[in-house]
């Protein structure tokens, strides 16, 4: 498929801002009927919004917006409902978010009993498959008291090889005959970066973490292209329904990057995406350059690397042992030598980067590193926009570098009332104090970005926002442990998954707020999330999704 090359694409898709007067044409689409919040903190509120050839002509009044209706404007009555900048989730892994519809969904699964009958259940409705996969669980509450083990799913697949993901997807649970397909025993070396755990026995429990779950590769169904297509199509279909219009989608494998153009060429991208690519695969983006498709709707500008594992499966790099297993410190994916060699490629090229960093030493490495990167050339490494994903367990001390060194955090606000249950476990109270530490980054003057990392979490916007302004778990639980002062307001919280959304992928003057001129992209939520109590919020719904002046999701 044919692309642009950034900077062309960048002055087509940052072209003059419209304007309305008194003899501006009818417009394609006018918004109104509920309060419209356009993120913009010197009118931050407006009646109608107009929409000309699929970007914001006008934000006003709604006298205004009643003289550009012509006969064939459709006009959109939100009928109480409120309208804001298109949001957008700033880590999401899209394919998986697919493959949750398509495969063995294993969220919410209250126990391994749960996922033990869940597996029984999509056997018999998928007699005779060959190898078995699937996604979600999470053992926080579950009344085993552990994780995920091999002989729970011995117990009814004794013979087909099963391999079941954590939700962090950082671990994955095998069962003996997986194990057995990739030659793993009780003797299998374990990878750097990785973890195989065992028992008390000695032996194997199936739980295989991090870098030690590229020991199963060769047993994997490697999806066929329709099948990655169909991925995609049903991701597509869920994020819309959930009111987001935009994603910056994380780990791409590279091959996927041109299924998503193709996507798009056809008319089926209904998803504004931000390609960050593995960066194992991103040869060919090193190779050629930023990319995007002629309406911007893909584009691709960055890497992924990974510093350290997650929390959950105590794999997050700590500078102290975890408190609950005094023997482990969590460890390194890739070999911060490494990790140096991608940097430096990474500003040389004119490549975004964003790292995966959850422990405190995680995320202090990942910092000196890229301040090692910026030495040769401070101003060219401060305009870079690099990122750190998660930040999640942050040292007070470290908290400053982010706003010198222009590093955003991206942060997923779930996570902390997700974490909850675990992590005073896992970090001890000191260490709680510079975690999910949204707001004092804040006020350092950092940019903080907002995202979900679904399918790791549910993915909705609505829960994502309450958990930012909350800071309490959906049973509206919390304590002085958890930092009630790191929650946001909701203006802050607002932006980012708007404003702040749109600086961290370079589009700051095309999206992010509802601006003349600007991109409509717009969604459109049952509840007013600037006004209703708190436990409302969650229990809200999006009721539209407009991507680019087209309505994609309507459920008014």
């Not at 597996?119 to 995920?148: C, D, N, Q, S």
């Not at 040769?376 to 400053?400: F, M």
């Not at 940019?447 to 800071?471: K, M």
């Not at 007013?528 to 708190?534: F, G, I, Q, W």
């Amino acid at each position: 498929m044919r692309t642009f090359a950034l900077g062309l694409l960048a002055t087509v898709a940052l072209a003059a801002p419209l304007a309305a007067s008194a003899a501006a044409p009818a417009a394609d689409l006018v918004i109104w009927g509920g309060p419209i919040y356009t993120a913009v903190d010197a009118k931050p509120k407006v009646e109608a919004v107009a929409v000309s050839h699929g970007r914001i002509a006008y934000a006003g009044g709604k006298a205004g917006a009643q003289a550009l209706v012509g006969p064939k404007t459709q006009v959109i009555d939100l009928k109480g409902s409120a309208l804001f900048p298109g949001f957008t989730d700033a880590h999401a892994h899209l394919s998986e978010i697919g493959k949750r519809e398509l495969t063995l969904n294993l969220e919410g699964s209250k126990s391994a009993a749960e996922v033990t009958g869940r597996l029984k259940t999509y056997m018999a409705e998928h007699p005779g498959v060959r190898v078995i996969e699937g996604v979600g669980w999470i053992e926080t509450g579950w009344p085993e008291g552990r994780f995920l083990q091999r002989s729970d799913l011995d117990a009814v697949a004794p013979d087909v090889p099963v391999l079941l993901h954590r939700a962090d997807g950082h671990a994955l649970t095998a069962n003996t005959a997986a194990l057995k397909a990739a030659g793993i025993d009780e003797t299998t070396a374990v990878p750097a970066g990785g973890q195989i755990l065992k028992g008390p026995d000695g032996k194997l429990t199936g739980m295989l973490v991090d870098n030690a779950m590229r020991l199963v590769a060769g047993v994997h169904h490697a999806p066929t292209r329709e099948e990655k297509l169909a991925a995609y199509r049903a991701a597509f279909r869920v994020e819309t329904a959930y009111g987001w219009t935009g994603i910056h989608y994380m780990s791409v494998a590279w091959p996927d990057v041109a299924l998503m153009e193709e996507l798009d060429k056809s008319g089926e991208a209904t998803l504004r995406v931000y390609n960050m690519v593995d960066a194992a695969e991103a040869g060919p983006l090193f190779a050629g350059g930023p990319r995007a498709t002629p309406d911007g709707r893909i584009t691709t500008r960055g890497i992924k690397l990974y510093m350290d594992g997650a929390l959950g499966s105590r794999g997050a790099a700590l500078f102290e042992p975890y408190s609950d297993a005094p023997g482990l410190k969590g460890t390194f994916i890739t070999e911060p030598k490494v990790m140096a060699g991608y940097l430096s490629q990474a500003l040389a090229k004119g490549i975004q980067v964003s790292t995966h960093a959850i422990g405190d030493r995680g995320n202090a490495t990942a910092l000196d590193l890229y301040e090692q990167a910026f030495k040769a050339d401070p101003a060219k490494g401060r305009a870079a926009r690099w990122r750190i994903e998660h930040a999640q367990i942050l040292r007070p001390v470290d908290i400053p570098r982010f706003q010198a060194d222009g590093v955003i955090a991206s942060m997923q606000p779930s996570h902390a009332i997700g974490d909850f249950h675990f992590a005073p476990a896992r970090l001890g109270k000191d260490r709680l104090k510079g975690a999910y530490a949204w707001q004092s980054l804040l006020k350092s003057g950092a940019v903080v970005v907002g995202g979900s990392d679904a399918p790791v979490e549910r993915g909705a916007p609505l829960i994502e926002f309450y958990a930012a302004v909350a800071r309490k778990d959906l049973s509206g639980f919390s304590n002085a442990d958890w930092h009630p002062e790191e929650a946001l307001t909701r203006a802050q919280a607002l932006k980012l998954f708007t404003a702040s959304a749109a600086y961290a992928r370079f589009a700051e003057k095309d999206l992010g707020t509802i601006s003349v001129g600007k991109r409509a992209d717009l969604s459109g939520f049952s509840v007013d999330l600037m006004t209703a109590p708190e436990a409302a919020i969650p229990k809200g719904h999006a009721v539209l999704t407009v991507v680019d002046g087209k309505v994609v999701y309507d459920k008014r």
